[in-house]
């Protein structure tokens, strides 16, 4: 074996093991321990107050119901930005924070999170007047502490044309060109779940929170069931924190008889096409001319051959998140919208790779008086409150803040610990709590030191490492190329160098449980084929069994499992065809 980085653990190991054997050890300290901390919620903001509670040396246990980053956290425009449109309503500390955030993201995660820009056209007929856009643009740039990779610029309508030659000609005025950035949204949380168990804490997908444990008139932890095994098991915690995100009234009506909706969730639809079909250099605004709504087309160069997200849609959304689906309605809005912003490509419904939905969870305006109790209102973003049995509910929230929400987070929730061992003189907090400490890479192997180490040794052992691998996994792309198996037979996915092997990784040491799971929210093998990676499933399956220790029959299940999942995502083709 070629040796790594030097210090790095062995994928086999314990210490840099995060597997289903890394859940089954979860498992049992569940039954045995008593945490400080119990987090309900594997999105991104569940993951980021995990790991920045046992940075400060919590005892932290995480539970999620279903994959880490199942729902919003995977589902999003996959930005890293400061939030241009909060300059209208002078949000101005929320911005200059998102964008401080991107700063960091930049430099301490550069695998992860990448400048990108944007270029957003102005029309006559359009809501949005050149000179307040151009105001909006300096002050976004101020606030950015002029850390962006280049200011903004403004641009003629001929020279707009030049970059965008299939962008609408008719009314265009003007254009500016700033930037932002992109991020994997779905592998961020997973790698932040990681990096919380690196430290300690005791995480596990698949396990639903069920009832909580009562003591008194206060929630010491959860009843929940594990959806692999069907065992049950009391998870014991001083405090529970809720971070369920649109689930947040699920959770709620477990909490009390009395819980009132909360929420006032939206749906968010997103369509995706080749790159090759819509040549954007950049990400594109565009601006609904009736509704004003902005919808993004953002290239992602990095996703297989290359496709374009664009997205997204407002629209309310069912009382069950779980049923939110891709409408005909929803296809059609955002068809129309391009077709107006690039009439030459003449796009068709055919010419779109895949759909996803999520939904974001806004916090109804008159949640307070709902739930009974006056809100903190950290920001006009997210909301942290305390709840029933002494809980704390977080909802809202952008994903580019999430470090700076859960931390908090967790400020909040030793406030109101404390505040109830003062009256009761129950539930001491623990001695020596630390400080927040999550300003660090989430791994060592996504450094570009480690990163280059790692390439060095390849070339010294004359292994060859694709560019692809080095892209998503840093310094861990040359073991992914120790697991390659000599006898495939069949050509990997373009742009999916080494899939198998990959899987094997995923499997290792980001806890897929599901082949879903690797699919849909480790590499965006569904998300960027029109064949959805189908033809690579049974191969797959074999390879899931093999590593899981489980025999054909095993796999052949998972594979139908599988082929259900994507079929189900599938579903809103046959909507339009109807």
Known sequence: MISTTSGSPSLGDGAGEFSFRTRERA?????KEEFDLLIVGGGITG????????SRGLRVALIERKDYAFGTSS??????????????KFELKLVFEALAERSFFLKVM???VKSLSFYYPIYREGLVRPTLLSFGLWLYDILALFRSPEFHSRYSSKKLLAEIPFLKEEGLLTGFKFYDATMMDDVLAVETIRAAHEKGAATANYIEAVEPLWNGDRIVGFKAKDQVAGKNYEIRASQTVVCAGPWTDKVGVKLSNNWKQWLNPSKGVHLVFDHKRIPVPGTVVM?????GRISFVVPRTDFGTGVVIVGTTDSPTPDDPDRAEVVADDVHYLMNLLNLSFPKLR????????????????????????VGVSLQKVSREHQIEEGPGGTVIVAGGKYTTHRKMAEEVVDFALKTWKKEFKKTGKYPLPQNIGTSHTKLPLSANLTQEETEKAVQSAQENKIQLPQELLERYGADALRICQMQSKDQTRPDPAAFPMLQSQLRYAIQKEMVIHLEDFYLRRVPLFLSRSDGGL???EALARVWAAERGLDEKEAASELERLKAELENRSAWKKTLKS
Request: proline letters at 6%.
């Open 47 to 54: 993951a980021a107050t995990a790991r920045d509670a046992v």
């Open 535 to 537: 033809p690579w499933a």
């Open 110 to 112: 550069p695998h992860r």
């Open 347 to 370: 796009l068709t419904a055919q010419d779109i790779v895949s759909a996803y939905v999520g939904v974001r969870p806004l916090v109804d305006d008159q949640s307070g008086e709902k």
């Open 27 to 31: 498992l049992e300290r569940f039954q």
């Open 75 to 88: 589902r999003s425009s996959k930005l890293i930005h400061g939030g241009l449109r909060y300059l209208q």
């Open 287 to 291: 601006s609904h001319p009736k509704d």
